[in-house]
C-alpha cells in the first residue's frame, strides 16, 4: 500500500535523481522509495577499480552516500551530511551488482540518523555506511 508521504517521497527523489549527475555516473537505479528509506542498485565498471585491483572504496562511499541522501531528503526538507562513516567488510570486483538499503534510525526535527547496508549479487554485505544529516528549513521541490 502506498500512501501520500510515500508518493511524495518517490517524487522528491525522482527529482534529486534528474539533477544528480554523479549518482547518474555510477549507474545508480532506483528500486525502492518510502518515507525515510532508500533502496538502490548498481553495476560495478572497470573504471571503478583502484590500484589493488579492487573497487575503490570510495564508489562504495559514494553509493551508500546516495542512499543516505534520498532516504533523508525524501520527506522534502533539504538534509546535508553533517557525519559519516562507512566500515568495509569484503571486496567489491568488477560485475559486481551492489544494492544499497539506507533505514532510518532517528527523525529528529533538525538531524536524522540513517544506517546504509551494502549487500552484492551474492547477498554478502560487503559495507555499512552510517550518516547523519542535518535538516534545513529548504524544501527540494
Known amino acids: 500500500m502506498h500512501t501520500e508521504q510515500d ?9 534529486m535523481m534528474k539533477h544528480d549527475l554523479f549518482s547518474q555516473w555510477l549507474g545508480i537505479e532506483v528500486l525502492e522509495i518510502k518515507e525515510g528509506y532508500s533502496k538502490i542498485k548498481m553495476n560495478v565498471r572497470p573504471e571503478m ?3 589493488f585491483g ?17 532516504a533523508c531528503n525524501n520527506r522534502n526538507v533539504l538534509s546535508v551530511a553533517l557525519d559519516t562513516s562507512i566500515n568495509f ?5 568488477v560485475g559486481d551488482e551492489l544494492i544499497a538499503e539506507a533505514l532510518e534510525i ?3 526535527r533538525s538531524t536524522g540518523l540513517y544506517q546504509i547496508r551494502i549487500i552484492n549479487q551474492h547477498q554478502h ?13 529548504k524544501t527540494l521541490i
Not at 508518493?7 to 527529482?15: D, F, L, T, W
Not at 567488510?89 to 570486483?93: A, F, I
Open 106 to 108: 532517528h527523525n529528529g
Open 7 to 15: 508518493n511524495k517521497a518517490k517524487e522528491v527523489v525522482a527529482h
Open 89 to 93: 567488510l569484503k571486496p567489491v570486483h
Open 49 to 51: 577499480i583502484n590500484g
Open 54 to 70: 579492487i573497487v575503490h572504496g570510495g564508489v562504495a562511499f559514494s553509493f551508500a552516500d546516495s542512499a543516505f541522501a534520498f
Open 125 to 137: 554485505e560487503v559495507a555499512v555506511f552510517k550518516g547523519t544529516c542535518f535538516r534545513t528549513n
